[in-house]
């Protein structure tokens, strides 16, 4: 769940993620103060074979 707007910090983009929720870091980058950290979700193998035999 995105919590941006509640955030105390307005340049951070935060959220809400379930335990266990498998993330894939894209890019991490460092600007002078602060540092960006780009993710993805990543599905689980057993997932992800589901929604192939569906198709």
């Known amino acids: 769940a995105n919590i941006w707007k509640w955030s105390a910090n307005t340049e951070e983009k935060e959220a809400l ?3 266990g929720t498998k993330l894939k870091v894209i890019s991490v980058h460092y600007f002078g103060y602060k540092w960006e950290i780009e993710v993805e979700l990543v599905e689980d193998e057993e997932e992800q074979h589901q929604n192939t035999s569906l198709t």
């Open 17 to 19: 993620l379930a335990v």
